[in-house]
């Protein structure tokens, strides 16, 4: 490894740019990703844009409608239920498994050990969506789990139906959810936290800074970038919201606990209106990808700056 | 900060408070899926009665509500689709970074977009194009589409982790005369197993608890994936008793669980790569 050592100019004029040398088989080493995905991922997604101005049975021949079905979208109440049940997963979501992470990490920050101290809600994210549907269906069904303890406790609530009153049932999924996902924001936080320089918060300790003041002038700020990052992330996720609802309600009783994505896949794949299906899709995804935005331009400039 | 300070205690107790009641969920699981059929509904739910019936539950959960099948099926996807997965993407990121590929970036750029797309906005070409390549229901079917859905997350932890090994390894390489396949295989690969490992762990925990692709793309027992059919179990259909759904959740998580307690360092880097 002596050539290591060798000034590295002499050697790039004698072989000429690698850029050109290896330009071929670059391109060799990349295509596979980009065919693949180009395939399967970006071809589908033109076509779902194409499908949503169609009328399309899933069979036959598909017919052009224009904005047929987006009007028939934006007037159908199933839609405005479904996305007022999206709207609360996104809100719940912020609030509850980005805020409860939040505490954690802060709670955990500067504790010898402190992984362990997090592995217990770390521990839920290896369980799949279905799974965890499956616990907390049990826990909240009528007269289950949770209505025993609060009886037990001679607490309020012992006579609400967890799953079968709406608004309620959605609000008893997103806690379902943030017992899964409150650990990966932890993480996040933890990350943040450990990576924020000591100067600032020791000064602020002489200063006489503790607790909330330390949290509300130091921590908070610099954490800020990465709350953004956090914040869209849970946007995202909360948007695609399938496999806990499916696994608890089906969006059940009748339509009541549907969110956007539940109601895409019944529209196409239940009712065989693939049309309005596409509408709904291609709604879901550009409010995703406006609330990707928050971080995606973060983490491409990022990479950029890498190159 | 290490001292034990009144602060530092209280902050472990409210932990250690917290983390039990996290794990109250697992408790209720495990108490009631080891209730056999005299004791569900007759002893409290809260009560302990010792994992004796769990063997059978489990059991009746393999048998009758078909998980094995899925079991089987699932652990074919979730191991080879992530390893030909973290290949492909790590050619990309090979040739993105060492080969210096020409517009490199905008490859990247386009690569690494497609994870934003929900996975609704495919489905419905998805199910046709399957149906007419003769890949609806079939396990090459789950392979493809789980394999190039891990793709660009792959290219994309790999492209980081490849800028972060020096210019010099390379042209020394080069210098040698070895080739971009020969650099690829026999020098950048075993530099990077570590982040290969945590790319592939977190995918196939992913895959394994896929239950949308499952849904959309297949039918029969074999081919289905093993969340997909805890669902059809579940479902008032099924035919099956609570505890022994309880029996089966449990059953399709113990892989998924032990693989993070075996590997908490990596999974849990995988799973902070994986947020982004």
Redesign the interface.
Known sequence: ?T??AAP?TT?TKA?G???Q???W??????T???I??GI??????V??GY?SFTKYS?VGKASWVGIQNYRDMFSNPEFYNAMLNTLYWVVGTIALPVGLGLA?AL??H???GS?W?K?????????????VG??????LQTD??LT??LEFFNLPGQDLRWLLDSPLNTWMMIIAST?QGAG?NA??FG?GLASIPIGPVEAARIDGASGWSMFRHIYWPMLRPLTT??VG?AI?GS??T??VV??MT?GGPGKQSETL?LR??KS??QENQ?GL??A???F??VI??LA?GL??RR??SE??S?? | ??RLTVG?VV??I???A???F??I??Y??LA?AAKTDDQYGFV???KPVGLGGLWANMGAAWDKGNLGAGLASTAVYSILSPAIAVL??A??G????A????H??A????????T??????????????YVKFHLYDTRVGMI??Y???T??FA??VM??FF?GIA??????A??DGA???RI?ARIYLPMSVSALVAIFILQA?LI?????IG??LTRSSDVRPV?TA??AM??TYGGST?QV??A???L??LP??V???LT??T??RG??LG??
């Open positions: 490894m050539t290591v590295p050697r072989e740019p690698p850029g040398r290896y330009s088989s670059a391109r060799g080493f990349a596979p990703a980009l693949l995905v399967v991922l970006y071809l589908p997604f076509w779902t499908l899933g954690i709670l955990a500067g504790i010898r992984f101290y592995l217990p809600f770390l521990l839920p994210y290896a369980i799949s969506g279905v799974a499956v616990i907390w269906t049990f826990i289950g789990a025993e303890a017992w990966v993480l996040l990350i990052v956090v992330l995202v948007l695609k399938f496999d499916w696994a089906k994505a895409m896949w196409t794949f693939w299906g596409g709904i899709a291609v879901l995804t995703t990808v990707a971080y995606l983490q491409l990479s950029r890498v190159v | 900060m290490n530092g902050r472990r409210v932990l250690v917290l983390g039990l996290w794990l969920p697992v209720l699981l009631n409290d739910v809260w492909i993407g050619a990309a090979f040739a993105i970074v080969l210096r590929l020409r490199g970036f490859w990247f750029v386009i690569i690494f977009s497609s934003i797309i929900p996975l609704q906005m495919i489905l419905m070409p998805l199910f046709r194009g493809i589409i394999t190039v859905l793709i660009p290219a994309f492209r980081n800028s210019r010099e390894v390379f042209e020394a080069t210098v080739s971009s396949m690829f925990t394994w608890n896929d239950l949308l849904l959309t969340m805890l669902v579940q479902s609570m759904v309880l089966g959740g449990l399709v998580s998924t669980v693989l993070f307690l908490q360092r999974f849990t799973m902070a947020q982004f």
